[in-house]
Structure formats: structure tokens, C-alpha cells
Nanobody
Framework: QVQLVESGGDDVPPGTSLTLSCVAS????????WGWFRQAPGKEREGVSC???????HYRDSVMGRFTISRDSGRNTVTLTITNLGPEDTAVYYC????????????????????WGQGTQVTVST
């Protein structure tokens, strides 16, 4: 079993930055892959960034250059840093992990992940 707990969400003005954290506990192995997803009000959940077990990373085109995913394996923590936040970034952000040995992926798909956190709210408003 794996538990994921996100934190770092906040209500911030446009143009600011946030770092979201995801702390994993349980039986964590090096071959896990990791992802960040978000769900805006009235919209479907979408993948924004994912990291394969080999460290390769994919970003959604719309967030390229503003989102950075990183992992501290020693602390079982995955972070998502978001810069120049805009109203379009308002959403609940979820961390997910795939505990199964998987090939390198070039897209972030929800169905590929079997453990999810409860989400952290990011609201961007003036």
C-alpha cells in the first residue's frame, strides 16, 4: 500500500509562484513513476507533468516552461513548482504514482496510475 499526501496549495494573485509537495509513504520502490494532474472547476482531470522511473519527464504543452517536476527519492517527495500563475491554473492538483514496473511514457494518462492523493487546491485570483 502507498499513501500520498499533497500540500502547498494556496490562494494567490496572478504572476506568483507556488511549489506543491507530495509526500509518499508505504512501500515505495525505485521503479515507481510519478505524475501531477489537475482538475479545474467544471472540467475533466488532466495530466500536467509526469516523471518516469528513469527520470525522464513529460510536460503538458500548455504548461511547458512554467511547471517543473522534481523528485527527492531520499525523502519520498515529489514536487511541482509552478511559476507565473494565471487564472487558468486554478484547480485541484493531485499527485499520483504507478507502483507497477512500466515502460517509459511520453504522456500523462490517469489510467496509468494506481495510487492517488487527496489533492490540494490552487486558486489564482486578484
Amino acid at each position: 500500500q502507498v499513501q500520498l499526501v499533497e500540500s502547498g496549495g494556496d490562494d494567490v494573485p496572478p504572476g506568483t509562484s507556488l511549489t506543491l509537495s507530495c509526500v509518499a509513504s508505504g512501500h515505495i520502490l525505485d521503479y515507481f513513476s510519478w505524475g501531477w494532474f489537475r482538475q479545474a472547476p467544471g472540467k475533466e482531470r488532466e495530466g500536467v507533468s509526469c516523471m518516469n522511473a528513469d527520470g525522464s519527464i513529460h510536460y503538458r504543452d500548455s504548461v511547458m516552461g512554467r511547471f517543473t517536476i522534481s523528485r527527492d527519492s531520499g525523502r519520498n517527495t515529489v514536487t511541482l513548482t509552478i511559476t507565473n500563475l494565471g487564472p487558468e491554473d486554478t484547480a485541484v492538483y493531485y499527485c499520483a504514482t504507478d507502483s507497477r514496473l512500466a515502460p517509459r511514457r511520453r504522456v500523462c494518462r490517469q489510467d496509468d496510475y494506481d495510487y492517488w492523493g487527496q489533492g490540494t487546491q490552487v486558486t489564482v485570483s486578484t
